[in-house]
């Protein structure tokens, strides 16, 4: 999985060996929290991207992928769901259903990415505390 250290236009995106080292090593310290928050981003690409993405055919579906997001200067570690086209985030939303004042919903970027990757980790919360404990006992323990 590629990894991604910083934020913005100064970040740097890993790949190869080293990313893999560098993923080794988070899952050494982190253990079950990386897994659970590979695993919620697994499911909502599965659930709302995969079914809900506007363009069924073409690269902007089958381009979505997850990486490793690391933020040296606050300690930040998590699982980033990712579109490497940049088009994507213009793509305009569709009307639901035929109607002409069939509602509009806000771009599928925000509707059926960025939405519903902050409700699961609002909801995954309290697993990743209950993870990070485990990870801290077993660390301390042995």
């Known amino acids: 999985m590629p990894v991604r250290v910083g934020r913005g236009r100064n970040a ?23 897994d659970v928050l590979e695993r919620a ?11 809900n993405w506007p363009v069924k055919s073409g690269k902007s579906l ?5 990486r490793i997001q690391i933020e040296p200067d606050s300690w930040n570690v998590g699982v980033e769901l990712y579109n490497p086209l ?8 569709t009307k639901r259903g035929r109607r ?10 925000q509707q059926d990415a960025r939405k519903p990757a902050r409700e ?4 995954v919360r309290p697993e990743l505390i209950d993870a990070l404990a485990k990870s801290v006992t077993e660390a301390l323990n042995g």
């Open 100 to 109: 002409v004042d069939a509602v509009r919903p806000r771009s599928p970027l």
């Open 86 to 93: 940049t088009y994507t985030r213009y793509i305009k939303s």
């Open 120 to 123: 699961k980790l609002r909801a």
């Open 12 to 34: 740097v995106t890993i790949t190869g060996p080293l990313a893999d080292g560098i993923e080794a090593d988070i899952r050494k310290i982190l253990g079950p929290v990386a």
């Open 62 to 66: 089958n381009a979505w992928d997850k």
């Open 41 to 51: 981003a697994d499911e909502v690409l599965r659930d709302h991207i995969m079914p």
